[in-house]
């Protein structure tokens, strides 16, 4: 499973980062996370708000840094 | 906030045994006062504005732009500039959202020009260093010069010199799902801590500056380079204004001091508008998204609205102070 986090670098991005990675480490799910920090590929996900989650290439989140229990809900695993 | 400056002066006159009308005490008064009071404001005023700014997601600002068409969809993009981040960091996906879904480039500037330059913080900011006059006539004139730069981006047909991704872009529409209270009191929590660590040392360096315009450099040299009699103040202080960043936070009391020193109020609002709405860093993101020739012209618009709108007020502006 890939994970992106888009964002331009903030600490938003990195946050969020790191809950994205605590949830799939507590899922056990083997993800890799990317950081995509370019405007042109975050603009190419038809995103306005950073930071953004998308898992296996679907947006599943903008504008917010979603906590570890909120990451596993997109992930699927309770 | 006349309490909170009572209350320093007695601070500087018996805690530091100094002079708060003499020139160091002046200073160090200055300094504390102007940072007390601006670190509040800005808390109080973040706080609020992000309550507000939590019912507009970028999503909606351009669904509500999508719908007008010609100079309403303008004026409208410059009212909701308003109540946006100050970041200047969110304006190019921004920029890339509202370009792709189809939105006029002029209705964009608009948005554009106005987001850095005229917020509800500004105005409360203005009104309490200066007065109300002045900062409802800040606000007039600031919404006049975005509404009137992204129509005139509009009659010259720049769209070809926007980089040619941003039109490919997909446009992807948010669940925009409603907030909770508590959701909406925790943005505007967030905001406040993640603002207040981005300005913090502006805010200083920009009061730093001010006490040391206030209390250290004469009157005359301020005069004879800015003065209110002198025809090129508007012109210097934009062009000086111009490459700085800060936001309106920093340059108040820098603009503040200016103006206790004698330089026209016009010569001031230039100045805190050309460092507030023009800056290096915010050209160089914006050159990722357009081409030069788009970026030179949207400059010069703004830079001239400036200048024109710093000679209208020191022609006028004695009648507001």
Redesign the interface.
Known sequence: MIIKILGSGCKKCIALGENAKAAADVAGIQADIVKVTDYAQIAAFGVMSTPALVIDDKVVSSGKVLSVSQVAEKLGTP | MQWLSDLVAWLVRDGFGLDPAGRLGGSIHFFIYDVIKIFILLGVLIFTISWVQSYF???RT?RILGQRKGLGANIMAALLGTITPFCS??S???F??FT?AGLPLGVTFSFLISSPLVDLASIILLASVFNWTIALAYVAVGLVLAVLGGTLISRMKMERHVEA??FN????E?DDGHLTRRQRFD?ARDQVA?IF?KVWLYVLIGVGIGAAIHNWVPETFISALLGQDKWWSVLVATIVGIPMYADIFGTLPIAEALVAKGVGIGTALSFMMAVTALSLPSMI?LK??VKLPLLLLFAAIVATGIILIGYLFNAFGTMFL
């Open positions: 997601p970028p999503e351009r960091c969110s190019i996906p921004l890339i959202g792709s991704f941003v872009s997909p446009v992807m948010s943005f993640e660590g993101m990722r998204v």
